[in-house]
């Protein structure tokens, strides 16, 4: 079978209209912008190694991609390319030059991607009507009720669809392939997708599945030094040099935060590769890519304490100190203590991020099902320092049931952390999630679930309006991660200025980082640069919202 997995641009047609308009205008938004650098599409890694292996020929188009590459290359600049054009010329030209595509699989795994996804699989649909369309990722497998009647996909995975998308191209030309569906309880089509009995598939046996490996992937050595994970505020590590890799060493997480959806694809059930896997797939990466940056994804990688240390104590045999370790999406504070810390500060970590959410008790046990205990927070945060390694933390404010006092309680309890960057996010409903069905119920979701991601959407509640919860969260970052920043309340200029000027890489316009960079330079004694840096400021300062927010915070210029 000639099997095409495509990543779409990750981004509502919404926003990606939007962005465009925005490009031809000049203009750069610092709360509406959303990261919009390529990520290794793992999961579509793990697909293509089985379907490999069982003699297909595979090929990733990641769209994604390549409208970073054209944002990058300023193809939207340009009066004729449009979104139209961006289509035409990345799906209508691969489909005219690879006319026998059997299937297209579309990976979908946020909700802020389905109308993207869904014009996609309609332009695929017009463009080669033989080639068979299946999806799969966190919004299908939620909202496959709800998708199924559009009409747009021939087939639907749910969950973890490894050995499905294999079975499925392995028997889809039988005569009777129909009825298989009808019997196999994690693939839905236009005629069973109202019944039951689906559920998401789950793989058992980990180590069964081959390595996900980067030969599926054109252009893999470029997503390893620039991708999303290249970058990160906050935390002063030099990642221009590193060749980054996410990996998964789990799946599955057992707690059940009301706001998380991330168990309706990977389950509840913890499941684990063996150290030995995780070590020569590590080993393959270093080989083949001299990946030296290991991003580790798993939800929740030390839930088992005892296997994280022996982890670390395999690759630390093999390889020494020679990686950077991180952990994007955090570490589980409950479970961390000084055995591991040091564990994983021998091989690599260099800055640790944790998921703390939210600054009040109530919130913590109540709204959010987490239960983590703010206090051992604190103790954690005084341990990791102890060991010099930087700390980050995850804020979200303006989850349903938490009034205004509970969220300046997470802003003040972000202030009072002390710690090197706070990462404070608006909730947004998750198609999967405990929430996303209370503020569907209740009415509460503004605009289409497709536009709820970053700051750019947000829930309206009897208790707060969208509004107020955006003000909240601005204010809230202004006054931790700036004007209150650590680094320079520390007086440690040489590392502020390092911190804002990748920040202002970024978004160039952002005033009170260019404010940070200024104190810094001054800090320095550099004067020259903090008078060039002033200069930039005063000619911000002309801009009226600028103009407002120093009179708001009082900054002296
Ligand atoms: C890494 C990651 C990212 C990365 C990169 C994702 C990527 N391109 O691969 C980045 C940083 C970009 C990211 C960003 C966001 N993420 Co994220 N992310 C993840 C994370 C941690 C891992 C994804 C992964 O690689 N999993 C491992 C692989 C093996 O699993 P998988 O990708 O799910 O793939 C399997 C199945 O889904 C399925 N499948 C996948 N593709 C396809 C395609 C076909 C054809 C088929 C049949 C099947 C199929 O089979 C795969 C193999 O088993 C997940 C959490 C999680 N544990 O999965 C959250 C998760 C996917 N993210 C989530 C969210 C919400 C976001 C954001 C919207 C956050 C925000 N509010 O801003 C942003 C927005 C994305 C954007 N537009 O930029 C949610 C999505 C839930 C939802 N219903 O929308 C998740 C589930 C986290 C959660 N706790 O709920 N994310
Ligand atoms: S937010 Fe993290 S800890 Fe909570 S259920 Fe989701 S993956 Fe698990």
């Known amino acids: 079978m000639n099997i095409t997995l495509i990543i779409p641009p990750n ?83 691969y489909f005219k030059s690879n006319n026998c595509v059997d299937i297209a699989g579309l990976s979908c795994l946020f909700n802020v991607v389905s109308t ?18 299946i999806a799969g990722g966190h919004y299908p497998t939620n909202m496959y009720k709800e998708i199924m009647p559009k009409g747009l996909f021939d087939y639907i995975i749910l969950g973890e669809a490894e050995e499905q998308i294999t079975w499925l191209s392995k028997n889809i030309k039988s ?47 470029d997503y390893l030094e620039n991708s999303i994970d ?55 990466l270093v080989d083949k890519y001299e990946v030296n940056n290991l991003l580790i994804q798993d939800d929740m990688f030390n839930y088992s304490k005892k296997r994280a240390i022996d982890f670390c104590n ?56 987490k239960n983590l205990n703010l206090n051992i927070v604190k103790q954690k945060v005084e341990l990791v320092k102890k060991h010099n390694i930087g700390i980050r933390a995850f804020y979200v404010i303006g989850f349903i049931g938490e009034t205004i006092s509970m969220m300046q309680d997470t802003i003040n309890f972000a202030l009072d952390l002390d710690i090197d960057w706070s990462e404070i996010k608006i909730f947004t409903p998750l198609a999967g999630s405990e929430m996303y069905e209370l503020a569907r119920k209740k009415g509460y979701m503004l605009g289409d679930t497709s536009e709820h991601v970053f700051g750019r959407c947000a829930i309206s509640t009897p208790d707060f309006s969208a509004e107020t919860v955006k003000e909240i969260q601005y204010d809230g970052n202004i006054r931790v991660n700036f004007l209150n920043n650590k680094l320079i309340r520390n007086k440690q200029y040489k590392e502020a200025e390092q911190t804002f000027k990748k920040l202002v890489q970024k978004v160039p316009n952002h005033f009170f980082a260019h404010w940070a960079i200024w104190i810094a330079l001054k800090g320095q004694g550099k004067t020259e640069f903090a008078e060039n840096e002033h200069n930039i400021l005063k000619e911000l300062a002309s801009n009226i919202s600028n103009a407002k927010l120093i009179d708001k915070y009082n900054i002296k210029l």
């Not at 014009?119 to 369309?133: C, D, G, M, N, V």
């Not at 994983?344 to 009040?360: D, H, M, Q, R, Y």
């Open 11 to 93: 981004f509502s047609i919404q926003m990606l209209k939007e962005e465009i308009i925005n490009i031809k205008n000049g203009y750069c938004d610092f709360t509406k912008s959303v990261d919009w650098s390529p990520a290794i599409p793992i999961g579509s890694l793990y697909l293509a190694s089985i379907l490999k292996n069982n003699n297909h020929d595979v090929h990733i188009l990641d769209l994604h991609r390549a409208f970073f590459k054209c944002r990058e290359e300023g193809y939207f600049n340009r009066f004729e390319k449009d979104l139209t054009s961006f289509f035409n010329e990345h799906l209508t030209e």
């Open 116 to 133: 993207t996804v869904e014009f996609i699989a309609a332009l695929i649909k017009k463009l080669s009507p033989k080639t068979t369309i």
């Open 230 to 284: 290249s970058e990160r505020v906050g935390t002063n590590v030099k990642k221009k040099t590193f060749k980054s890799m996410s990996i998964f060493t789990s799946r599955g997480c057992p707690m059940k935060c009301t706001f998380c959806a991330s168990h309706k694809v990977h389950g509840r059930k913890v499941r684990f590769h063996s150290i030995d896997y995780m070590i020569n797939y590590i080993e393959y």
């Open 314 to 369: 395999k690759l630390y045999h093999k390889y020494g100190d020679y990686f950077n370790i991180e952990f994007p999406n955090g570490l589980a504070v409950w479970n961390l203590d000084e055995e591991l810390i040091l564990g994983l500060k021998k091989v690599g970590l260099k800055a640790i991020t944790i998921a703390v959410e939210s600054g009040n008790e109530y919130v913590q046990k109540n709204i959010l099902k």
């Open 175 to 221: 005569i009777k392939f129909n009825e298989l569906v009808q019997d196999n309880p994690y693939i839905v089509d236009q005629k069973t997708f109202q019944s039951e009995s689906k559920q998401p598939a789950s793989i058992a046996e980990l180590d069964v599945l081959p390595f996900p490996i980067l030969e599926s992937l054109p252009y893999a050595s």
